[in-house]
């Protein structure tokens, strides 16, 4: 059984999705798409300025999310018909909302404006994003976490919980390796005392405790050899 509203609500999150990831790059000249707001049949989608807080700064295009013909609208088609528009003369309009001038599109007679350098760039952006995500998912919590339990089984739970005295160290040396972050006196400082802490509880004070205590001991005299006597 067809559910043509839930297939709607699919539709609009798919371009809403899409279009945000616009909001940081101009459209056309100065203006940029500051949000998407979805609605019955349609999708608003609102440009301005990127300072602009005062909503009359602000048009608001109501796109249709089909044509006539009933073919759904894709989300790079309603990008390339704001552009279109967002390049040209603000139309004539007496409607608003939320205090914003609203523009009807008319789709059977807008061409979409042709794509930009931006978009090649931002697919690549939301494929290492997925990208990111599946590692996530897989590497960093189903695969890492097979390996630590299987550790904790192999060298016991003591010793395994050792290896969290080197989190904070990892942490701090990948982003200075990777990224360029900054690595101090401060940081230095803590990842000593962390790896010393953690050397002390592998070694539970043995190396210390037996250098002392051989220390402390008196030398040990060598004895004299006794000649056996002869008769």
Request: aromatic share 6%.
């Amino acid at each position: 059984m067809n559910d043509p509203g839930g297939e709607t609500v699919e539709q609009q999150a798919y371009i809403t999705r899409f279009l945000l990831d616009y909001t940081a790059v101009p459209l056309a000249g100065g203006t940029f798409l500051r949000g998407v707001l979805p609605v019955r049949d349609a999708v608003r989608v609102v440009t301005g300025a990127a300072d602009t807080v005062a909503p009359h700064e602000l048009v608001a295009y109501e796109v249709p999310l089909s044509d006539e013909d009933e073919e759904p609208a894709t989300a790079p088609l309603v990008l390339g018909w704001t552009r279109m528009l967002a390049s040209g003369p603000l139309p004539h309009t007496d409607a608003t909302v939320m205090g914003m001038p609203l523009v009807p599109v008319d789709t059977t007679v807008l061409e979409p404006a042709d794509s930009t350098s931006t978009d090649p760039a931002l697919r690549v952006l939301r494929t290492l994003v997925w990208l990111n995500t599946v590692y996530l998912a897989v590497g960093a919590a189903a695969i890492a976490n097979l390996l630590y339990y299987r550790g904790v089984g192999t060298v016991g739970p003591a010793d395994a919980s050792l290896m969290m005295f080197t989190v904070p160290v990892v942490n701090t040396l990948c982003p200075t390796l990777l990224l360029g972050e900054s690595f101090g006196l401060l940081q230095g400082t803590g990842a000593v005392v962390l790896l010393v802490g953690a050397a002390l509880a592998a070694t539970q004070g043995k190396v210390l405790t037996r250098r002392t205590t051989l220390a402390e001991q008196p030398p040990v005299e060598a004895e004299t050899p006794r000649r056996r006597s002869t008769t």
